[in-house]
């Protein structure tokens, strides 16, 4: 990397001076979006934020839609060297005190349905500004940076400065920061950018959020790195996807989108026709959708591997086998091993714990520097808590995690997050809650509950309390009253039991 400037939204510029008044973000109505306008909003923008006396480094936390406007604050955020700490919309009250708290954030932007909310949490964290960004793109943070000047000196970034704070929860249930360096993210795109041969003849089809690794820093960042278009749909929607699909080469999702698209039944060979690759990635991609997915389109997915801490390790390859079932070998520059419990490095085709060093792997936990180095050997890997093997050409394969966690629809759900919030509610004794497999979402999040004698409790009730407490992804699909849990000798709840007692209940 030759940048003597280390910023990402530099390496951005780089390749987008390049292409002229091109449209760089593309709507569903039509609307578009060249460099200039955006180089102009996000500077109107990061002048706002500056000239409020922020210093790089400070913390800036979003709870938006996605819109074009939110595109053009995180870009702010980057060019004026800021934190930049998104937040899934979903979170409830509850959920956001403790991002707040823990995040600092000197300034807060928010949908203006919530300002109230977080009005009220600014006070209590000494936060001195609130602005607000609607889905339609209005609020005050727009009417506010309107007479700013368009033009922004891009903060000059040391090589170790964090560009974002994205939080991840864990098996105790509090939520961990993870501090993502410019670095880690030039580094990264640039790697996918030259593995996936992204070029300004690009046109991809960005319908995921922007709040998490995936639609953030793999996504925008192959499309600005490469100087490629994007259509900007504000979510995942199969008609807008059918509808778009013909002008675009890539599309980026999780495995639901791509199940879901199978099961429109609408999706054929002629609407993929000028589609180069499709990429999924956040969660297993079966072999079965593979294999249908290839039958209907004439298209073989490409599956990707990655998490927050380290965003993307392997690939499966643009030109060679894409083997099913696996996530390919290791990107350029990545190394990974899978080693034993007792840190000995295993052979092919064994499965353990998967580990990973490159300068894709974070910085650290925020305020967190015991759990940090928990998480990292002495030889400088970091532990993914993926179970995983690699067969004799190189390719991983992910057979599991060795952390109690559940992918639903590509988003993590910790179980611990959602039995302390169900052991909480009057009438229950004790739960468990497990991930089952689930046809749409890959698993689903089911509660088991084992009422107290004395309160008879109904499904509908648990829901609407968890709904108060927890972002809607996070909800159990379905509560299963039981008498007990299954334990072994040292009293701890057997899941591996009741995952399999309820395997069927999805399907
Ligand atoms: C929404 N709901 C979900 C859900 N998403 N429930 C379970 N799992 C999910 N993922 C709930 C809502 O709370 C709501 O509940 C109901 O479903 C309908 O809401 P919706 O907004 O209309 O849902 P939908 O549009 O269908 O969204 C589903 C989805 C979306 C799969 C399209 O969740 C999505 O885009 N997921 C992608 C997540 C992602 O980007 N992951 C990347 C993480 S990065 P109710 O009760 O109110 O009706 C990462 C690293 C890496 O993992 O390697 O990439
Ligand atoms: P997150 O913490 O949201 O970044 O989620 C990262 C986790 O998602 C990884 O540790 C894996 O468990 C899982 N994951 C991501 N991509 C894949 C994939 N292609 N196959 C299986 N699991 C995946």
């Not at 000028?274 to 209907?296: D, M, Y």
């Not at 590509?410 to 179980?415: A, F, M, R, T």
């Not at 497999?437 to 089911?446: A, S």
Request: charged content about 20%; proline content about 4%.
């Amino acid at each position: 990397m030759t940048l003597k400037n280390c910023n990402l939204f530099s390496h951005f510029d780089a390749s987008l001076e390049k292409i002229g008044n091109k449209p760089i973000l593309i709507l569903d109505d039509g609307t578009t979006y060249d460099y200039e306008a955006i180089q102009n909003k996000s500077a109107q923008i990061a002048s706002l934020l500056i000239n409020l006396k922020v210093s790089p480094g400070e913390r800036i936390s979003i709870q938006i839609e996605k819109s074009p406007e939110s595109l053009f604050l995180y870009l702010a955020c980057l060019r004026a060297g800021l934190i930049y700490h998104p937040l899934n919309p979903g979170y409830t009250e509850n959920e956001l005190e403790f991002f707040i708290s823990n995040a600092e954030p000197t300034v807060i932007i928010c949908d203006p349905k919530n300002f109230s909310i977080f009005n009220k949490l600014a006070k209590k964290n000494n936060i001195n500004h609130v602005f607000t960004l609607g889905a339609d793109g209005q609020g005050t943070l727009i009417t506010a940076s309107a007479s700013e000047k368009k033009v922004f000196q891009t903060y000059n970034t040391p090589k170790d400065h964090v560009a974002a704070l994205l939080y991840s929860s864990g098996t105790t249930g509090r939520p961990k920061g993870i501090m993502l360096t410019h670095h880690n993210l030039i580094s990264n795109t640039q790697t996918l950018v030259d593995t996936w041969q992204f070029t300004e003849q690009d046109v991809l089809l960005h319908a995921l959020p922007i709040f998490h690794v995936h639609g953030l820093f793999v996504a925008i960042g192959c499309a600005l790195s490469s100087g490629a278009s994007m259509y900007w749909l504000s979510k995942f929607d199969e008609t807008k996807i059918l509808r778009h699909l013909s002008q675009c080469s890539v599309l980026m999702g999780v495995p639901t989108y791509y199940t879901r698209l199978l099961a429109t039944e609408n999706i054929t060979h002629k609407n993929c026709n000028n589609i180069r690759i499709f990429i999924s990635g956040s969660a297993p991609l079966l072999e079965e959708t593979f294999h249908n997915f290839a039958t209907k389109t004439g298209h073989e997915i490409l599956e990707r591997y990655g998490m927050t801490e380290t965003n993307m390790n392997t690939s499966n390859p643009i030109k060679g086998k894409r083997k099913p079932g696996t996530v390919g070998p290791p990107l350029p520059g990545i190394e990974l091993r899978v080693m034993d419990d007792e840190g000995h490095c295993l052979e092919n085709d064994t499965i353990g714990n998967l580990q990973v060093k490159g300068p894709n792997v974070f910085k650290g936990y925020w305020k967190m520097p015991e759990k940090t180095a928990e998480d990292f050997t002495k030889d400088g890997y970091f532990k993914t808590g993926d179970k995983a093997k690699i067969d004799r050409d190189g390719y991983v394969s992910i057979v599991g995690r060795s952390k109690d966690m559940i992918i639903s629809g590509g988003l993590n759900v910790y179980p611990k997050e959602v039995e302390l919030i169900l052991d909480d509610i009057d009438g229950v004794m004790e739960s468990a809650v497990i991930g089952v497999e689930h046809q749409d979402l890959g698993e689903g999040v089911v509660a088991i509950v084992i009422e107290s004698a004395s309160i008879v409790l109904e499904e509908k009730d648990i829901i609407k309390l968890c709904k108060q407490q927890l972002a809607g992804y996070k909800i159990p699909k379905k509560i299963i009253f039981a008498k007990a849990l299954p334990r072994n000798s040292m009293a701890k709840v057997q899941k591996n039991i009741l995952r399999e007692n309820y395997k069927n209940l999805f399907i």
